[in-house]
């Protein structure tokens, strides 16, 4: 797991990752609140830039959490997205997240996966208006990773991520 040492509030991230292989994994790219200000998770918010899970090795997923969807199912809801991307475990893609004061959109290789407008949402629905940092992990198991069985002839397995450039016109925040 890695977690950077500086914040943003707003910017663009762009993430280019080879993710692992194998049924078992679970590998994220995300991003989670610095300063907690309303609240333990998920009322300070979550954002799922990707993640994904090796017995889906074509699939990834993309997410928002928060006081109104918490940790329940979130699928079928403006909250949550996925695209079909073929070769995320054999080649480099890239991940993006954009996220203004007014809109946090998410991308696969310039495809839209998820577009979240805040137009008149509370902070319950939009905790997305402080500091976040980001995290890179990969996961063993777990209820989403390890849902149909850990393979062990896959590992070691590896998420390569060949460079992060975040764009932010208001600056780093460091914490």
């Known amino acids: 797991r890695i977690k950077t040492k500086n914040s943003w509030k707003y910017g663009k991230f762009e993430i280019r990752a080879k993710l692992p292989p194998g049924r078992g994994?679970?590998?994220?790219?995300?991003?989670?609140?610095?300063?907690?200000?309303?609240?333990?998770?998920p009322l300070s918010g979550e954002i799922d830039i990707m993640e994904h899970v090796g017995y889906d090795e074509d699939r990834i997923v993309t997410s928002l959490h928060n006081a109104a969807l918490s940790a329940g199912d979130i699928?079928?809801?403006?909250?949550?997205?996925?695209?079909?991307?073929?070769?995320?475990?054999?080649?480099?893609?890239?991940y993006i997240l954009e996220w203004t004061e007014d809109e946090i959109k998410i991308l696969v290789n310039?495809?839209?996966?998820?577009?979240y407008p805040k137009q008149n949402k509370n902070w319950a629905k939009w905790p997305f208006d402080k500091r976040f940092h980001l995290l890179f992990n990969i996961a063993v198991g777990g209820n989403w990773g390890g849902a149909k069985g850990i393979d062990d002839s896959v590992f070691p397995s590896r998420m390569e991520i060949d460079y992060v450039?975040?764009?932010s016109r208001t600056g780093i925040e460091g914490t």
């Open 165 to 167: 450039r975040v764009y």
């Open 25 to 41: 994994t679970w590998s994220a790219l995300w991003a989670l609140p610095t300063d907690w200000e309303y609240g333990n998770w």
């Open 110 to 115: 310039d495809k839209v996966s998820l577009r």
């Open 75 to 94: 699928g079928g809801t403006d909250q949550h997205g996925y695209l079909k991307q073929p070769n995320a475990c054999e080649q480099f893609n890239n």
